[in-house]
């Protein structure tokens, strides 16, 4: 006989069970299931009915970054709509802006990251998302000098090294927004949960990677459906890592 008077289960304890959500404890030891014919196949099927959300997000995120590279070329006098190149520009112009304009975008960039994350998860989201992020621009600036230097040695040191950074470091941002962890920590911590599973993390990156580029290839029409398949399937590789934020 059931017990009317027994509280029901927690959406947190169920989710928990879940082995389709990690933990940031399961993902360093290698605790979670991954494939990458199922994370693509598992985002195909969540991008129904939510292509409308990231392509939104993908528009606020190209209108943002107008709007910024336009800003920042105003104060560093860089000529932006120089589409002639007839206008002279210093290197040191030049790389200021580049500069600036990288790390002032990385939290849209972030946005657009989680955008896919958190439909994976069943979470409800928006695609101003984009903008949500703002608050964490100086961990995410460090986690990306950070990224670059080393990869850009392991790059110099025969090139692997520096192709597996790249693999290893893909969940270092979502970390800093999603679960709140310092810029070293974040870095660590993708490496170690990702390296348990490197070779079918890297033939996920080409698989996604090649997916996204047919799409736009194809008159761009195709994008339509594999943008936003690009973004969740990556959620859905996160979500079965690190899961979701404890309380969440």
Request: aromatic share 12%; hydrophobic share 55%.
């Amino acid at each position: 006989m059931s017990d009317i008077y027994k509280a029901p289960e927690s959406e947190l304890t169920n989710r928990e069970e879940n082995s389709d959500f990690g933990s940031i404890e399961k993902g360093i030891a290698g605790d979670y299931s991954f494939s990458i014919g199922e994370a693509i196949s598992e985002g195909w099927q969540l991008s129904k009915g939510k292509k409308r959300t990231v392509w939104l997000g993908m528009l606020l995120y190209m209108i943002a970054a107008t709007a910024i590279s336009f800003i920042i070329a105003l104060i560093t006098g860089y000529p932006v709509f120089d589409f002639e190149g007839t206008t002279e520009v210093s290197l040191a112009t030049s790389t200021i802006y580049n500069v600036l304009v990288t790390f002032v975008e990385m939290p849209l960039a972030a946005g657009l990251m989680m955008i896919g994350i958190k439909i994976a998860r069943g979470s409800e989201t928006s695609g101003t998302e984009v903008f949500a992020h703002f608050d964490k621009i100086i961990p995410l600036i460090i986690t990306n000098i950070i990224m670059g230097i080393l990869i850009l040695i392991g790059l110099f040191l025969l090139v692997i090294p520096g192709i597996y950074l790249m693999v290893a470091y893909m969940f270092a941002i979502p970390l800093i927004v999603d679960q709140n962890l310092g810029p070293w920590q974040a870095l660590e911590t993708s490496r170690k949960a990702i390296t348990k599973n490197w070779f079918s993390f890297f033939g996920f990156t080409i698989a996604t990677i090649l997916i996204l580029l047919a799409g736009f290839l194809a008159l761009l029409i195709g994008a339509i459906w594999t943008l936003p398949l690009f973004f969740i399937a990556i959620g859905v590789a996160y979500r079965k890592v690190f899961g979701a934020p404890q309380g969440a």
